[in-house]
């Protein structure tokens, strides 16, 4: 039902276009969740609905959102693409090595390493250079499988799995205990172990250091590694040589376990599709393979299985575990008909699904799909310290090999003592942990979001969460349920309810919007047939008319009619919109009044609440409705809001960019008119139940519709901010005062090699406590 809202809401979705390849998986670039999309804007009949200009329109970035809808050039058609999952890589800087190689081949139009998921994504144009690119990964040290392969690795336990892993760590210092044994009763023999141990330890090492500087990078860990073991031995210091060995390697498995940690929530959500599923064929039950399910197909899920794709309900009712997906803890009640996400655990009964989602596109896939995306999102302060990783490592070589020439050239010092200082330098000046301390911590609160229910689209927003000033709400489907029920049918003069509904509802029928279906399926409820309408026109921002049975019908806002009401009708539509009801003036020809019709929406159960943790935090909070001044106020009065009425989209456009001009806002709606307001934004949120238009344009979505969740997002930016900085400082603060103690000689080489796996380890460590993160106000 048209009101004064913003302009009018379609169905209809623009659909976003990606490149296609016959070995890439789809590319869905937004949530589709179950539930009513709601939208303030105005609504109208879909035959002639226009929402005006598509979000998906303007590209680039509007006041730091970002969309990822565009169109598709047509040269792009022409690339392949191909990805692989790479294995063995233990941080962020694993990642680089393994793009770097492959960005060096000819014919690679764009590579990229996911770390999170151990993906590498390729587009290239001659199918004849994935054997090339193959030979690369493998020449950086890593290793490949596809990324399709559903085989199951073989799970060891105890201690067998342990002794495995970590055989060469094991056996080099069983052979460095034994030589230092051996030492004081035949000294030459350790000595000469010692040397032996730390070359067959090294070999694998600066193997790998020969082949990432072949592939471009050639100041990595494992070049640093060898040059100062080597230098050692050179000085006949083996037994440290070999501890920096043992030391590194240590190091190295530390990070392997951080990096599989931070990754853990990943694979765990990887992990919620089953690999078989009970297909019903012909009223028989047949076990198939997930991945020959099509939409349309009919499946079977017991009690305490998933669901293997999104399928609609074929029963009344069942009870469903959404928590994975949502971070919702209790059981929730879905209804025939009602959309399932992938992942969700049937509760109670044994239910029958109807497949809607292709292979690659269900919510699992597009929850996947969203935290890739996110990695080439990175945040600000992380670009920077990409930028200087890759001039801080050359640069501290350069140093070392000036601790090592200047002192005995021009002072005439000893060449030994100068030489094991540099090494012991250039092992300190190892970037690792520098590096990782960033990336670690992002992808940690990214993963401790997803399991609350929040997708944060990158470490850029997740950075501009935490420094949210002002949060604006659309009202509608956002601080409201978005389902509107009428209220009120005053019919006048000769006119009857009945009769009054059944015009107002011809010109409404085909319109998405919830005050349209609320009033249809008011009228479908008293037994009215609808006669058809014709001529239906959207008139955006005010109303709609159309023409029935001949006779020209409008519905329109109080406030957008172009006549005088008389004083008691006016008295009638305040008296209602004092009661924070939303009130549309049903209109006859041009200028005959025949009826006010009424509706009012539910407040969310958490909105007030949610208002009530953003103040907590120094956040202003304000409510956008093109809902009339009363109305408004009177729904602001209930959860203590500030508001802005009679706003049409381009009035939430104008007013978002007056706010950003001294705050950091936040725009959080659902439909497709908060989509413009969401880019004007600094950062835009999405409810999950709202529209793939307001999906895509927003830089974070809260799935499970929960406000209060808001104000957890804006803690764990906080936390993962300062995390961040405690990372850094550890970092720097370590490197610093062993770079001191190394350059007076206090300190020596293992110490150096400690001083670099343990600032990684703790850096690392530091990060995963974010996935411990809980909320003061939503927990």
Excluded at 55 to 77: C, Y
Excluded at 143 to 164: C, D, H, L, Y
Excluded at 321 to 341: F, H, N, Q
Aim: net charge negative; glycine share 8%.
């Amino acid at each position: 039902m048209c009101t004064k809202h913003a302009g009018c809401r379609s169905n209809k979705v623009a659909p976003v276009a990606t490149a296609s390849s016959s070995c890439a998986a789809p590319k869905i670039n937004s949530i589709q969740m179950a539930g009513v999309a709601t939208s303030e804007s105005g609504c109208c009949a879909s035959d002639s609905c226009d929402s005006g200009a598509s979000p998906n329109d303007e590209e680039g970035e509007s006041g730091g959102s970002t969309s990822t809808a565009s169109p598709v050039k047509e040269t792009a058609q022409t690339l392949l693409s191909q990805s692989w999952k790479i294995e063995g890589m233990d941080c962020p800087a694993c990642a680089r090595k393994v793009e770097t190689a492959v960005n060096k081949i000819d014919g690679i139009v764009e590579s990229k390493v996911l770390f999170a998921t151990e993906k590498l994504v390729t587009k290239f144009n001659d199918p004849s250079i994935v054997n090339s690119i193959e030979q690369a990964v493998i020449n950086a040290g890593f290793t490949f499988t596809s990324p399709n392969n559903t085989a199951k690795p073989e799970v060891q336990m105890g201690w067998q799995s342990v002794i495995k892993q970590n055989i060469k760590i094991i056996a080099i210092a069983l052979a460095m205990v034994f030589a230092a044994l051996i030492k004081p009763t035949l000294p030459q023999v350790s000595e000469w172990l010692f040397v032996f141990t730390c070359l067959a330890g090294l070999y694998p090492i600066g193997k790998k250091a020969l082949l990432l500087a072949k592939s471009g990078t050639p100041f990595s860990i494992e070049t640093l590694m060898s040059v100062a073991a080597l230098g050692a031995l050179y000085l006949g210091e083996t037994v440290e040589a070999a501890m920096v060995l043992l030391l590194f390697l240590i190091g190295e498995r530390l990070e392997a376990f951080a990096a599989s940690r931070a990754r853990s929530g990943v694979q765990a959500l990887m992990a919620l599709v089953p690999e078989t599923a009970t297909k019903i064929v012909d009223g028989k039950r047949v076990d198939v393979s997930v991945s020959e399910l099509n939409p349309g197909d009919v499946i079977e899920v017991s009690p305490g299985a998933r669901l293997p794709a999104d399928g609609t309900l074929h029963d009344e009712a069942a009870s469903f575990d959404e928590s994975a997906l949502t971070g919702e803890s209790i059981p929730v009640e879905r209804y025939k008909g009602e959309a399932i996400m992938a992942g969700a655990v049937v509760a109670d009964r044994v239910v029958r699904f109807t497949i809607t989602s292709k292979q690659g596109e269900n919510a699992i896939d597009r929850i996947l799909h969203l935290i890739e995306e996110a990695e080439s999102r990175k945040a600000p302060l992380e670009r920077f310290l990409d930028k200087f990783s890759r001039w801080y490592t050359p640069l501290m070589m350069v140093v070392a090999l000036a601790v090592i020439t200047m002192p005995p050239l021009l002072f005439s010092q000893p060449w030994e003592t100068w030489i094991y200082r540099g090494l012991a330098l250039l092992l300190i000046a190892c970037p690792c942990a520098l590096v990782i301390s960033t990336p670690a911590a992002i992808t940690s609160g990214l993963a401790a979001a997803a399991r609350r229910g929040a997708l944060i689209k990158g470490g850029a927003a997740l950075e501009q969460l935490g420094k949210i000033q002002t949060v604006a709400f659309d009202k509608t489907g956002t601080l409201t349920k978005g389902k509107p029920e009428v209220t009120n049918v005053i019919a006048f003069d000769h006119w009857q309810e009945s009769t009054l509904l059944e015009v107002v509802g011809a010109i409404e029928v085909g319109s998405s919007h919830p005050l349209a279906v609320s009033l249809v399926k008011r009228a479908e409820s008293m037994g009215i047939s609808l006669p058809e309408a014709t001529e239906k026109q959207a008139l955006i921002g005010s109303g709609v008319r159309g023409v029935v049975n001949g006779k020209h019908y409008q519905v329109s806002a109080p406030s957008k009619i172009d006549f005088e009401l008389d004083n008691q009708t006016v008295a009638t539509i305040e008296k209602l919109e004092d009661e924070g009801k939303t009130v549309v003036v049903a209109i006859k020809g041009n200028m005959e009044c025949i009826g006010i019709i009424a509706w009012q929406d539910t407040l969310r159960e958490d909105a007030k609440q949610a208002v009530k943790a953003l103040q907590s935090l120094g956040i202003n909070s304000i409510m956008l409705t093109g809902d009339n001044p009363r109305s408004a106020q009177a729904i602001s009065g209930l959860i203590d809001i500030d508001f802005k009425a009679s706003l049409l989209p381009q009035d939430k456009v104008s007013y978002v960019e007056q706010l950003s001009q001294n705050d950091n806002v936040a725009m959080v709606g659902d439909g497709i008119n908060d989509a413009p307001a969401m880019k004007a934004a600094s950062i835009g949120i999405a409810m999950g139940g709202g529209t793939d238009v307001a999906l895509e344009t927003a830089d974070a979505a809260i799935t499970h519709n929960r406000l209060v969740e808001l104000s957890g997002m804006i803690e764990l930016s906080r936390a993962t901010l300062a995390n961040i900085r405690q990372n850094v400082f550890l970092a720097l603060g370590l490197k610093s005062v062993f770079l001191v103690t190394s350059l007076l000689g206090i300190t020596g080489l293992w110490v150096a090699v400690l001083a670099d796996s343990g600032a990684t380890a703790l850096v690392t460590l530091n990060a995963l406590r974010l996935l411990k993160f809980k909320s003061k106000f939503s927990d």
